[in-house]
């Protein structure tokens, strides 16, 4: 293509560019607006469901190049820019930086937000309830299963899920070398290098120094300060340490996804996509699961997922079954389900289903 064709094309985009920006600065306006209603009502900033509703109204119009996947990802970015126009939003996550929880956190919470590495799950929980940060991003589920530690916190707190991120758990191979020969030291999580057998192997780097570290925010750190060395990390983690990406996806399973949860201290409306999820601890008695489950199937809920989960106390250990289904708490169906079995079931909240769960 002539030079000065690619110019004239420069051209226009800087065009629709400009358009883009005004059209943008009129919708943090509006957003202001809101903001201020919400602030003066003391109602809540992050709303997933009405979030949830226009991604959904987005992705029925007809483009030529932006498929549902790039719809999304444009706009959680606005969304949280506009969030924290409204108000500065202070999330808390498990750490470390780095981390893929903290990849989660970012995807939906933006760059522009405040954030909180926590040791572990319960403090995550302690940094909401002290009022230290709004929002808190755990993980809940992964291919191993449910998370004990995030169950036993959800059990024991008043803080309810009020979102969920289902997040493909991708490893980068990254490095400051022009050259993967020049690799003779990769650091990484031990997990990871099990993960990624096949990308070694192919690339001949099973026998060279391998180090394993706690974390991909330090495999990546190590990386960028010696020479002839490399990081198997997360993207966020060669984006924190500025290290140069040179292979994606490098996993041996392209299936591995995590299940990461939002908690706060309100509760969502219904939407029209919603699950819910609840701890069910039953009478120690012959067929109890069993008459839940009837319970269900009378009432008509879709359960999507049961598991067994051991309760740990002072002086004994007690059983129960954490559930998610589709609906909401207040829906005329689930609300008759609460009622009946009020004693038994601890709800722990109702949002919008994440398209990708």
Known sequence: MPKDNIQNLRDQIDKVDDQLLKLLDTRMEY??????????????????????????????????HLDSKAIKAIFLEIFAISRNLEKKEKVAFLGPIGSYTHQAAEERFGAMS??????????????????RAKYGVIPLENNNGIIGESLDCLIQS???????IVL???????????GIRNIKTIYSKDIAFNQCNTFLQSHELKNITWIPVDCAAKAANFATKEKNSAAICSKIA?????????????????????????????????????????????????????????????????????????????????????????????????????AKRSSQLKWLGSYACDQSS
Not at 33 to 53: H, L, T, V, W
Not at 114 to 131: Q, R, T, W
Not at 272 to 284: C, E, N, P, V
């Open 238 to 338: 060669a984006k924190l340490y500025n290290i140069p990406i040179m292979f994606e996806n490098i996993e041996d399973k392209d299936n591995n996804k995590a299940r990461f949860i939002i908690i706060s201290d309100f509760y969502n409306a219904p939407s029209q996509q919603d699950k819910t999820s609840i701890f069910a601890t039953l009478k120690d008695k012959s067929g109890a699961l069993l008459e839940l489950l009837k319970d269900f199937q009378d009432y008509g809920i879709n359960l999507s997922r049961i598991d067994s989960h051991t309760i740990k106390s002072k002086n004994n250990f007690s059983f129960g079954f954490y559930i998610d289904f589709f609906g909401h708490k207040d829906d005329e169906n689930i609300a008759k389900l609460f």
């Open 158 to 164: 008043d803080l309810k899920i009020i979102s969920e």
């Open 31 to 64: 957003v202001k607006k809101i903001g201020f209603q919400k602030i003066k009502n003391n109602a809540n900033i992050y709303c997933p469901d009405r979030e949830k509703e226009i991604l959904n109204r987005l992705k029925k119009n007809k483009t030529l």
């Open 168 to 178: 493909p758990i991708h490893h980068c191979f990254a490095s400051i070398e022009e």
């Open 114 to 131: 405040e954030y909180m590495s926590m040791h572990n799950i319960s403090a995550v929980f302690s940094a909401i309830k002290s009022g």
